[in-house]
């Protein structure tokens, strides 16, 4: 079955750094746009950056921008997400979507757009 599989989460303290992996299986991603989504414990889901399919476009919530780069490495079938400067209210499970058509040449964070979800994986900022 078709898979996103995110991976790098972890517990790190204010002002560090994590990279995030998201690995898609049983289908190539490189003509997809994908997102990073994130939800914190009591609040709704926030979406945070996407990336288009050619990787020419990308797009960042006010809350991470200057602080997150999305990336794609098509060789590897994989989306990263780095994350430097971590904040507390950065602590979530941080999710990756993919887009639920192959291009157009675009980057969206409205989650309607995207059909595959991965299952997340937990980032804790704590001191």
């Known amino acids: 079955q078709l898979q996103l599989v995110e991976s790098g989460g972890g517990l790190v303290q204010p002002g560090g750094s994590l990279r995030l992996s998201c690995a898609a299986s049983r289908f190539t991603l490189d003509n997809y746009a994908v997102a990073w989504f994130r939800r914190a414990p009591g609040k709704e889901r926030e979406a945070i950056s996407c990336i288009n399919n050619r990787a020419t476009i990308s797009h960042y919530a006010d809350s991470v921008k200057d602080r997150f780069a999305i990336s794609r490495d098509n060789a590897k079938n994989t989306i990263y997400l780095q994350m430097n400067g971590l904040k507390f209210e950065d602590t979530a499970v941080y999710y990756c979507?993919?887009?639920?058509?192959?291009?157009?040449?675009?980057?969206?964070?409205?989650?309607?757009?995207?059909?595959?979800w991965g299952q997340g994986t937990q980032v804790i900022v704590s001191s």
């Open positions: 979507a993919r887009a639920w058509r192959p291009g157009p040449n675009i980057c969206t964070v409205a989650p309607d757009y995207y059909d595959l």
